[in-house]
């Protein structure tokens, strides 16, 4: 268990809708990141916040958006869905303490299916 | 720009047999170097990690990874593979400054019996 806690662990949806996925980070870690994993196109970084702040951005859609909120926990809006954002989304997140290589660590996803 | 590459997309090996998975990466300076594996239907789990000192490093479940710099590798190994241990496999880089992390496209690991 690393975690790191994602809900809905599966999703099943139709083209055009809006859904959000939910991400815990680990106790104490400031950076949450999320990753798109398809089968086609590898693990892609999306975007990652620092506590609360964007902090950098990938490949990301416009159709998409995330934030983090003050008690850390972050969310990732997907709208206008199309077939093709059918995947694994992973959130991960990361301490910056001195002492820690900044591993991330990762949850156990949520299976997007646009039907 | 930062990068990571894994030159092998699917290795098969027997069970028993030894393993070495190939992971480059550029960067200016010796980055933070990761191996991850993802069982199917799993997030991504940390193997071991390498960031200073000893350049050969130890991590869970049997594996360790050599860091060499003049060949910009950080070559996975494990001795002795097990059927467990079919899977995808990872290396990642992060760099000194931010936390700017870059997984490189991953390599399935098939183990015959």
């Known amino acids: 268990d690393s975690g790191v806690t994602q809900t809905p662990k599966h999703l099943i949806t139709a083209t055009g809708q809006r859904v959000t996925l939910r991400c815990s980070p680990r106790s104490g870690d400031l950076s949450v990141y999320w990753y798109q994993q398809s089968l086609d196109q590898g693990l892609q970084f999306l975007i990652q916040?620092?506590?609360?702040?964007?902090?950098a951005k990938g490949n990301i859609l416009e159709r998409f958006s995330a934030q983090q909120f003050p008690d850390l926990h972050s969310e990732l809006n997907l709208s206008s869905l199309e077939l093709g954002d059918s995947a694994l989304y992973f959130c991960?997140?990361?301490?910056?303490?001195?002492?820690?290589?900044?591993?991330?660590?990762f949850g156990e996803g949520s299976r997007l299916t646009v039907l | 720009a930062q990068s990571v590459t894994q030159p092998d997309i699917h290795i098969t090996v027997s069970e028993g047999a030894s393993l070495e998975l190939r992971c480059n990466y550029s960067y200016g300076a010796t980055p933070y170097l990761f191996w991850y594996v993802q069982s199917p239907g799993q997030g991504l789990q940390l193997l071991l990690k390498?960031?200073?000192?000893?350049?050969l490093v130890q991590g869970i479940k049997g594996f360790e990874a050599e860091f060499k710099r003049s060949q910009s590798s950080f070559n996975l190994r494990k001795p002795s593979v097990h059927w467990s241990d079919a899977a995808e496999y990872f290396c990642?880089?992060?760099?000194?400054?931010?936390?700017?992390?870059?997984f490189g496209p991953g390599t399935r690991l098939s183990v015959l019996p």
């Open positions: 991960a997140s990361s301490s910056r303490t001195v002492s820690n290589t900044g591993e991330l660590f």
């Open positions: 990642a880089s992060r760099d000194n400054y931010g936390q700017n992390f870059v």
């Open positions: 916040y620092y506590n609360g702040e964007e902090r």
């Open positions: 390498y960031f200073s000192g000893d350049t």
